[in-house]
């Protein structure tokens, strides 16, 4: 059998696979964090809660509605991304012009806030989502067991981290964005309606974090916490990455996912902390971050 | 013209009278609370005030929002619960022991995390004090899950013993006093002025000759040992130490009473923590969850009144006539 530093190869590729999976939800997370700091200067502490919302209204959609994943995978994003328009409408547009403190602070609010109340209707254990009938199994690869729907989750947040980057940098809305990023007051001038823009930009980056969980429903265990636990991470991912690129995000994600997993070989004990580890080995060499160009 | 310097003068002295008959008032009410109320609860409010109190020293007056002082609170209980239960300390050596422990890790934490500011420094923060928390459900010494239990009070000095309640409150006031004290006396001394100054230009400050970084530094390690003294206090008022004085939830608390209160103020952060552990208490006892209220609190106190209770007294016109300044 093929070993690498001593451990067969079998371990390595189900830990590469187990990284590349937690990246995928990483990316996408960190993604929709970088759009929403991009325009609105705001750090969505709620991020993770709408993560977890996400997962949630799928678990409702089939237990109440019998609406199966596929639709799910469509509607559940939409509520969340509505949810979050009407959020930014009311409340966060209101924060802008101050400390962008006070959106981290408003945001952490609202997170505890969701999270209580699912925690208060549904307790804190995990429930169940099953795998969709069309990509339940696995196949043999030769040298490692893949489930499939592992693959689609791969497969498919990859294809969502392409499509909203060519969003913000091929089309004329995602070039009003970029646009409004670094001038929001000459952009209005031109007849752009930028608060439409804010309100539409916080609604994607909620859809993108509702997507998330219901990709990670089937594999993850549907409970209020999934959010705070992945949130804490995914700043760091941010932080490393640097806030200044979409596409920074995006690969530091997946990078840090894969980390995780190969130090879950080596070195058990510490796969929960690595990401932390190389934020500060990152912080003190580079404080920009990996992509960043403030300092 | 002369009329309005006279005016603003005698309501300047006005306030600080008030102020004097004010902090005579709170502390006959403090040295009668425990014949009052139960003395563990009005305790509990004395740590969490002084570790708020010790949040706000950085936020306050340096405007850096910490999100991982849970690290520099719940380390020093671990810190002194250890050292009282393993090594037999007596208790004023335990809590220094924690205090010291609280500073070494502030200094670690605290040369990472000031490279950065605003939002990344909290971003930061929050990153590396979830790395100490993961390393204290790992590591031995700790005891995991249960955290390290029936730790004993012992002798103060080797003297008084704190197994009597009323010493242990009065020993728990007296470190109270001493903590509050000594936020004080630094907030008003000149290394106070240069933070204040960093707080609202930096670029100036450092153009002015001052060393911005260390004068961060020295602040956020001042922050975490105070954050640290009311942590090994609370470890020996409840005798044990466990992960949720560690957790991000307990970092997210001691943020929600100083911006209550009032972030910047001397007394908002006493204010606050009062009004927190009260509310924390009353909703112990039925199963509606403290994290939906919380969470409330924190959305009204952002979007309705950011200068917190006592800074929005201040502001008050009610406030203004008996000569309060909103800031500070």
Known sequence: MTTIFGYPLVVWMGQLLLGLINGSFYAMLSLGLAVIFGLLRVINFAHGALYMLGAFVALLMATHLGINYWFALVLAPLVVAAGGAVVERTMLSRLYKLDPLYGLLFTFGLALLIEGTFRYFFGASGQPYAVPGALAGGMNLGFMFLPIYRGWVIVASLVVCLAVWLLIEKTKLGSYLRASTEDPVLVQSFGVNVPLLLTLTYALGAGLAGLAGVLAAPIYQVSPLMGTNIIIIVFAVVVVGGMGSILGAIVTGYLLGIAEGLTKVIYPEASNIVIFVIMAIVLILRPAGLFGKDA | ?328
């Open chain 2, 1 to 328: 013209m002369t009329d309005a310097t006279h005016t603003t003068s005698s309501t300047f002295t006005g306030a600080r009278h008030l102020r004097t008959v004010m902090l005579i008032a709170i502390l006959i009410f403090l040295i009668a609370a425990p014949f009052l109320f139960y003395p563990i609860f009005v305790m509990k409010i004395l740590c969490f005030a002084l570790f708020a109190a010790a949040f706000n020293l950085l936020l306050g007056y340096t405007g850096f929002l910490s999100f991982g002082h849970a690290a520099f609170f719940g380390g020093a209980a671990y810190f002194t619960a250890h050292a009282m239960k393993e090594w037999g300390t007596t208790p004023e050596v335990g809590i220094l022991i924690g205090v010291a422990g609280a500073a070494a890790l502030g200094l670690v934490i605290g040369l990472i995390a000031i490279r950065r500011q605003g939002i990344y420094f909290a971003m930061i923060t929050l990153a590396l004090s979830q790395m100490f928390f993961f390393y204290c459900v790992q590591s031995a010494w700790t005891h995991g899950e249960d955290g390290i239990q029936s730790v004993p009070r012992g002798h103060l000095f080797g003297l008084i013993d704190l197994n009597v309640t009323t010493n242990m409150y009065f020993f728990v006031l007296a470190v109270f006093l001493i903590g509050i004290g000594i936020i004080w006396r630094f907030v008003n001394s000149p290394f106070g002025m240069i933070l204040k100054s960093i707080r609202e230009n930096e670029q100036r400050t450092v153009s002015l000759g001052y060393a911005v970084d260390r004068y961060k530094l020295g602040a956020f390690v001042m922050s975490a040992a105070l954050a640290g003294l009311a942590g090994g206090l609370k470890a020996i008022v409840f005798e044990f130490a466990t992960l949720t004085d560690v957790a991000w939830q307990m970092s997210g608390e001691v943020i929600l009473m100083t911006l209550l209160g009032g972030i910047g103020t001397m007394i908002g952060p006493v204010v606050g923590a009062s009004l927190v552990v009260t509310l924390q208490n009353e909703l112990a006892t039925s199963d509606f969850p403290v994290t939906i209220v919380t969470g409330l609190v924190f959305m009204a106190c952002v979007l309705l009144f950011r200068r917190g209770l006592v800074g929005e007294f201040y502001a008050s016109r009610l406030g203004r006539r008996l000569g309060f300044r909103p800031e500070q």
